[in-house]
């Protein structure tokens, strides 16, 4: 058992009623009779690195094995870990190289997500090459040290999301794709959606990603543990590198590399842009990540579009019914394969049906009044689908995915008049505090409640107290206190990373770095489209300090070869790739140098000595743009004012 800090801002052990509801959970699952996982897990296994952690160019680590090897030797849980998100942890915690069916193999373990390498005419045609280049890089040796040493031919992307591309330079090295003959391969509409959520969105993203993941926690009993999903993401270098070819029809049939590959492209599913594929000589269906052993997130709390639940089943279907017959083996872009028709077909089935429940039951509840807290509350799985740990909230919750239904059909308003217009956060923490008699009253109850183990009360009502007076140290370190039991009794990964590290936070403070905001990596500025580009300018411009300013300027990208005009009117930024009328500048410059500006425009006056920018005109409406660009700081606020 871990020795207790005095130290009050130090992390605590499970309380009582925490320990009660981990034991009512260890109860309620078959964790003796189900074991089938764990053979799932190890099937395959032909290699495993021996190393504690892959480094970067910096010798600091991208992916740490040594980190979680506390997860591989212990059993049962910890009383700080829900037992059920512990049996998820110890499965992702296996790693190394695996072979799906004679021909495909997955590097496991190595990041939140599985690279897999199919072996082509003459090479390794690779899908989903991870976060990091780094540890794609160390997933590619130990492929070519166990099977073989082979060139990459060409890159399949499952999906737009960032830790299945943006490692892909581990695996491509500086080559051009196209130029060399290696092919990309993605879903229509990719680059649009990888753009829109790792830029338009990035900063706030990023923040949010940073609680989602944990990434700001030690490792261990009382820090992170599991996503769920994966054991973490990887640290390291990434890029984005454009498909060269796009899949946009359900039964395109493609040969890469003599590989025979018969896509199914699912829009709105997992992602916006998604596909599943079948290799028809190898008997083996890759469904991306649209079926996960984990019930997935229809809304993911890093934030991102509502995904589309109808859809997402009514896809799993399609592919129940018209691929899974040609397979004799499912894989995924996470977690492990299943193998045999009986196995698949079961999976499948209930993964379908899943999805579908809770969309309908959802909007069954909505249409008989209740909002999304009230249908979060009472909608549940039914058994079937509710003892299936492949369908448990490890990731995503039916819990959040409720409410999710709700908001994509009916948004974020429920109807009552009173929660049409509420006061922001503060101002209704501080009325609220003075309505229950003051912070002490507040605390005092709160505190009861607390040993009473109503955690969820405590938190709602202890937020006020912190968001009325943040410099109120008893209010933050309750606060912190609560969370943290939510964290150890919470089955999903990342709900147990947001309350830990919100109560982190809370007895930390914010982390700091002022101004330092979530920077566009060079292969995604060269990935983007100049439209792309000033859409993200426009998203930075602060619009109540420019609503005054009026101009227009012709900017002359000298990368592209293409002008695009640029105005500024009423507080919104416009551009078109058309120049007509007159402006007040000339602009010549590369996006590379149009970024620098953006992020530091105290840069103008070296570019312009150095030739990498040129104006024709006058430089000050230049100059004035770039004043009117809002900076941002990735760690803002989130559990304070």
Same mark, same amino acid.
């Given at each position: ?16 009623? @925490? ?11 078959? %964790? ?21 952690? &892959? ?132 879903? !229509? ?24 993941? *944990? ?31 796009? &899949? ?25 842009? !998604? ?64 193998? *045999? ?31 999304? @807290? ?14 299936? %740990? ?76 912190? %968001? ?12 912190? +206190? ?15 990373? %947001?309350?830990?590290? *919100? ?55 000298? +990368? ?6 640029? !105005? ?61 660009? +809002? ?11």
């Amino acid at each position: 058992m871990t020795a207790e800090s005095t130290d009050p801002r130090a992390p605590k052990g499970a309380t009582g009623a @925490t320990r009660k509801a981990h034991a009512a959970m260890a109860a309620a699952l078959p %964790f003796a009779a189900d074991t089938a996982d764990f053979e799932r897990v190890g099937r395959g296994l032909l290699a495993r690195s021996d190393q504690d952690a &892959v480094l970067n160019g910096f010798g600091l680590p991208s992916w740490d094995f040594a980190g979680y090897r506390y997860i591989d030797e212990r059993e049962p849980a910890p009383e700080t870990v829900n037992p059920s998100l512990w049996r998820q942890a110890r499965l992702n915690a296996a790693h190394g190289l695996f072979e799906v069916v004679d021909g495909i193999y997955q590097v496991r373990g190595y990041d939140l997500a599985n690279v897999t390498f199919v072996r082509g005419a003459t090479g390794w045609v690779v899908i989903d090459p991870l976060t990091a280049a780094e540890t794609s890089a160390a997933a590619l040796a130990l492929v070519n040290a166990t099977l073989g040493e082979r060139p990459v031919t060409a890159v399949i992307y499952t999906h737009c999301h960032a830790d299945h591309f943006a490692g892909v330079r581990g695996v491509l090295g500086e080559s051009v794709p196209g130029d060399d003959g290696v092919r990309i391969i993605g879903p !229509e509409g990719f680059l649009r959606h990888a753009v829109s959520e790792n830029v338009i969105a990035g900063n706030a993203m990023n923040r949010r990603a940073l609680f989602m993941y *944990g990434m700001l926690l030690p490792k261990g009993e009382r820090g992170h543990v599991d996503t769920g999903l994966g054991r973490a993401v990887a640290g390291g270098s990434w890029g984005l590198v454009a498909p060269t070819e796009l &899949v946009s029809e359900t039964g395109t049939e493609l040969t890469v590399d003599g590989v025979r590959i018969v896509f199914q492209v699912t829009p709105g599913t997992e992602a916006p842009a !998604e596909m599943n594929f079948l290799f028809p000589d190898h008997r083996a269906l890759c469904l991306a990540e649209n079926c996960s052993a984990v019930l997935h997130n229809l809304y993911t709390p890093r934030g991102a579009e509502v995904r589309d639940a109808l859809a997402w089943s009514g896809y799993i279907d399609e592919a129940l019914e018209q691929w899974a017959p040609l397979a004799d083996v499912v894989f995924g872009s996470h977690h492990w394969p299943r193998w *045999g028709s009986q196995d698949i077909g079961s999976y499948l089935v209930k993964q379908r049906d899943a999805y579908r429940y809770i969309h309908d039951q959802a909007m069954r509840l909505a249409n008989r009044g209740l909002v999304a @807290t009230e249908i979060a509350e009472e909608l549940r799985l039914p058994p079937g689908l509710a003892d299936e %740990f492949f369908l448990r909230d490890y990731y995503g919750t039916v819990n959040h995915n409720a409410k999710a239904v709700y908001q994509k059909y009916l948004g974020w308003f429920d109807a009552n008049p009173a929660h049409l217009h509420p006061l922001p956060p503060v101002d209704a923490a501080t009325r609220y505090v003075e309505y229950m008699g003051g912070a002490d009253a507040v605390l005092a109850r709160a505190r009861r409640d607390f040993e009473a183990g109503e955690y969820r009360w405590v938190a709602e009502a202890v937020n006020h107290v912190v %968001f009325a007076d943040p410099g109120n140290q008893e209010a933050r370190l309750l606060q912190a +206190d609560t969370l943290e039991q939510l964290g150890y009794q919470a089955e999903s990964g990342p709900w147990r990373d %947001f309350y830990l590290t *919100g109560a982190q936070e809370l007895r930390q403070g914010s982390p700091t770095a002022p101004g330092f905001g979530s920077p566009i990596q060079p292969d995604v500025l060269r990935g983007m489209t100049t439209a792309m580009l000033l859409d993200y300018l426009a998203v930075r411009l602060d619009g109540p300090r420019a609503a005054a300013a009026a101009l227009r300027l012709e900017l002359r990208f000298t +990368d592209s070869g293409t002008a695009h005009l640029v !105005e500024l009117s009423h507080g919104t930024l416009h551009h078109a790739a058309r120049v007509q009328g007159p402006t007040d500048a000339v602009v010549g410059l590369g996006k590379a140098e149009l970024v620098r500006l953006a992020d530091d425009p105290s840069c103008l006056d070296e570019l312009l000595e150095s030739g990498a920018v040129t104006v024709a005109g006058e430089a000050g409406p230049l100059r004035e743009l770039l004043g009117l660009l +809002d900076r941002f700081d990735l760690f803002f606020p989130v559990v304070e004012p």
